[in-house]
């Protein structure tokens, strides 16, 4: 079976800080995605990333698939508290079906 | 609008008493889900659908029943729900399922709340 953990579980930071949450498995995966969950609604995609050591930015935010294709970050630069959220990160398995992460629950602080 | 509809959006329900969970998707997609959410244990997948008339057993599949008979629709049943199956329940679509290196979006829905007594 293969498994996703993230860390850490909880973060609380103050707006302007940096900060990196990571997703690891002992599996490889083809590909890794990351959503982030409000509360009150479903998960949003924020990205894909597919080849190992691909390194993706969507504004304040980086992703990175490992080398190996068995980990990946989030970093975020200079923190806001829009970006408070629950971050899931999600692979599709050897079937045809998909593993999420238990999530990094992360809050801003203004 | 592009969306994913589920309903209800809450529901209580005593042990024993079958009930329905409908989800909709309108992007003409493939392949469908539905998850439940428990606290610290993320997203587990119960059942998907890779077409019409297609479906196969997720993470966690006991105790629940789908169906798709049309691509838009991928209901979800609780045969005779037990209070373990208190939960948030998520219904998701993508154009196609996982395949090679193409993992495409899921689109989730707003969630269905279901308490069982």
């Known amino acids: 079976t293969q498994l996703l953990e993230q860390s850490p579980q909880f973060l609380s930071i103050q707006e302007g800080e940096n900060l990196t949450v990571y997703c690891n498995s002992s599996?490889?995966?083809?590909?890794l995605q990351w959503y982030r969950q409000e509360p009150g609604e479903g998960p949003v995609l924020l990205v894909t990333v597919v080849t190992g050591g691909e390194v993706k930015k969507l504004k304040r935010l980086t992703f990175q698939f490992g080398d190996a294709r068995k980990d990946s970050s989030l970093h975020i630069t200079a923190a806001q508290p829009g970006d408070t959220g629950l971050y899931l990160c999600a692979g599709p398995t050897m079937g045809q079906n998909f593993v999420f992460g238990p999530g990094t629950r992360l809050s801003v602080l203004p | 609008e592009a969306q994913v509809t589920q309903n209800p959006r809450y529901l209580i329900t005593v042990t024993g008493k079958k009930l329905t969970v409908t989800c909709s998707q309108n992007m003409n997609h493939e392949y469908m889900s539905w998850y439940r959410q428990d606290p610290g244990l993320g997203l587990r997948q119960i059942y998907y659908s890779m077409n019409v008339e297609v479906t196969d057993k997720g993470d966690v599949p006991e105790g629940y029943k789908v169906s798709r008979k049309e691509k838009r629709n991928f209901p979800l049943i609780l045969e005779s729900p037990s209070p373990n199956q208190t939960s948030l329940y998520f219904c998701?679509?993508?154009?196609?399922?996982?395949?090679?290196?193409?993992?495409?979006?899921?689109?989730f829905g707003p969630g269905t709340r279901l308490t069982v007594l």
């Open positions: 599996s490889v995966f083809s590909s």
């Open positions: 998701a679509s993508s154009l196609s399922p996982p395949r090679g290196l193409a993992a495409y979006t899921q689109y």
